[in-house]
């Protein structure tokens, strides 16, 4: 190699570098603005819906089945109609928890993002007073149950499908355990949170919702065990972690995957590929989990083939051109596919498997086109 054709090899490595670290300082900034700007909003509560559950308490969360609508041949429209695939804006507003749900567990996400960056106290600090709010301090403490999630007026008072509008408790416990090593989390909010989520598992376990939601045979299934197994481990409890993935998740992925990788009940929805790639990602994030606890998920197969990576290699098929998606996708399948791509770079950085990389090049290849 020349002398010029190495200067400009270093020239343009470093012009690769200094692009990468301006785009890093750039997204950190952005971070950081956003999180300052959380620091004197008000805390968020289950009690400032304008809707009051049947319990007649505003401490029980409550949400609207999101794909349900009035019934335009009834005069008061009940009982509410299915929309598959359709939100009733009636489900996103203040009249129920959802949106103020939704925008907790966002800004304590970011705060813990913020905290973990530059180690400032006054995020952890903020974090801190939110969580209190939400799930303990008397007056706008949340009862630890999903007894009226996703309701549908007129037909029913909760359905064990609201249980899945709870995933982000990971993010919860993700800061709590950021705040104690950290040595910044008080012990007055950490037991008050330990007992917290042993009510609440106890709950997801034994309530008649909950017993509802770990047979479901679709996502639901899949979700619950992805929320019930993150908060076990926050809570020590290995054993039952390890027991609940070598019998209740490994039973999930051979019934609700098939030998070519297919996800029947996913497939029957009307955002058909997003529900298989949501549900695949749940599997993935279980696989995740269940490295914590030294067991291998990732590796689970059939005697007729069934396992995540099958429905990995099903999906991966139409990122590409090699095949055209047959199935009912009544919204874009953007978002999806990123996180298709996503999970796969994971695969091949973390799980050391090499098998999608062939299809990562050609989508890299396909981006750069355009």
Known sequence: MSNTSAFYINTLVIFLISICSCTNAQNDNQLLKKADSLLTIKSFSVINKTGIPPSKSKHDYMSIGPYWWPDPAADNGLPYVRKDGEINPETRNDFTDYVEKKNFISAVKVLAKAYNLCKEKKYAFKGLELINAWFLDDETKMNPNVN???????????????????????????????????RVLDKNT??????????YVNW???SKLGKEAIVRENNHGTHYDLQLLNILLYLNKKDAVKKHLLTITKARIFS???PDGSQPHELKRTKSFSYSTMNLNAFLELVKLGRKVNINLWEFTSEDGRSVKAAYKYLTTYLTDEKKWEYQQIKSK??????????LKYISENLKDTSFDKVLQQ????????
């Open 334 to 343: 953007k978002h999806s596919e990123e996180k298709l791509i996503r999970d």
């Open 190 to 199: 950490e037991i008050g949170m330990l007992n917290w989520f042993t009510e």
């Open 256 to 258: 609700q995957i098939e």
């Open 363 to 370: 989508v890299n290849q396909e981006n750069n086109k355009h």
């Open 148 to 182: 009226y999630g996703q309701y549908v007026p007129g037909r029913s008072e909760g359905r064990c499908f609201g249980i899945i509008e709870f995933a982000g408790l990971k993010d919860i416990t993700n800061f709590l355990e950021l705040a104690k090593e950290r």
């Open 204 to 206: 997801l376990q034994n």
